[in-house]
């Protein structure tokens, strides 16, 4: 299983040296800081986003979705391998802030293969082989954009939605879970190593730019809209050697929940991009999207 996952030891940011020249350009190249595309190498060409069927995944779609701004993401839909214990359930996949779908295809494999279920793997605008460049307006239009595309579509309109976010994926989620909690179709929240906000961040990953936090314009504010959820369960879960995102942000996060069920798991040996490579994650989610769709039985494979 880990050695699925040894692409994601990605630094957040490419070099010490560019740490420290983000503190004098952190107002204005913020945005290529906290939304660095195009690591790895190519993560932003055909030859640098690996396909489903590269993972031995036959049944999927490689999809082009228009957003209402004018972009078109790139997006992955991986339907259940085994149809005989396929539930009416997709889950809605929003990755960290580097590579691209991609390179998470191993973890929707394990997904698809435990739960029954399908994936939709979004692509945020200016990553891999979406248009347009990222900011924190334009990646919520793209997430509410592809919970509509699950709802607008015969296969999947009447599918339950359990929402996963890593990272900035995390803070993404947030936002569509509370901006959807009342549509009756989305049935679950799950967050990994996600932070409270990007200024509180800075000072961790950048710590030269701490003093002038203020400066960001790219807020992430989860822990203002993690405490609009009230509706639907969240479980959070926590790398407890996360180099990148301190645990106490997703403590803090567990801490001002106001969901009517949390779930805390932690993963003692888990840093910021392999938590999910540690024992019993996957069973860990698995208990979870049972208890979300009332105690149905899926088999783990």
Known sequence: MASYF?????????????VAAASGLLYWKQNELIYPR??????????????????????????????????TLSAFFIRPSNKRQARKLTILMFHGNAGN??????????????????????????YGLSTGSPDEDGINIDAQTAIDFIRNQEETRNDKIIV??????????????????????????????????IRKLIPSVMPPAKYIAGLCHQYWNSEEVLPQITKIPVMFM????????????MQQLYSISRAPK???????????????????FFD??????????????MNPS
């Open 101 to 126: 779908i991609g390179h998470r295809v191993p973890i929707a494999k394990v997904l698809e293969e435990q739960i029954g279920c399908n994936v939709f793997m979004l692509e945020y605008r200016g």
């Open 38 to 71: 195009n690591i790895p190498l190519g993560a932003r060409s055909n030859e640098g986003v690996p396909r489903p069927n590269q993972f031995g995944i036959s049944d999927y779609e490689d999809l082009r979705v228009p957003t209402p701004d004018g972009e």
């Open 238 to 249: 926590s790398g407890l050697k996360d180099e990148i995102v301190p645990p106490a942000h």
């Open 164 to 197: 996963y976010g890593e990272s900035i994926g995390g803070a993404c989620a947030i936002r569509l879970v509370a901006n959807n909690q009342d549509a009756g179709d989305v049935a679950g929240l799950i967050l990994i190593n996600t932070f409270t906000s």
């Open 284 to 297: 860990f989610v698995l208990e979870y999207v049972q208890d979300v769709l009332g105690g149905q039985t």
């Open 262 to 280: 949390k779930i805390w798991r932690v993963f003692p040996n888990g840093m910021h991009n392999d938590t999910i490579a540690e024992p019993y």
């Open 6 to 18: 040894t692409w994601l030891r990605i630094p957040f940011l490419a070099s010490s040296g560019l």
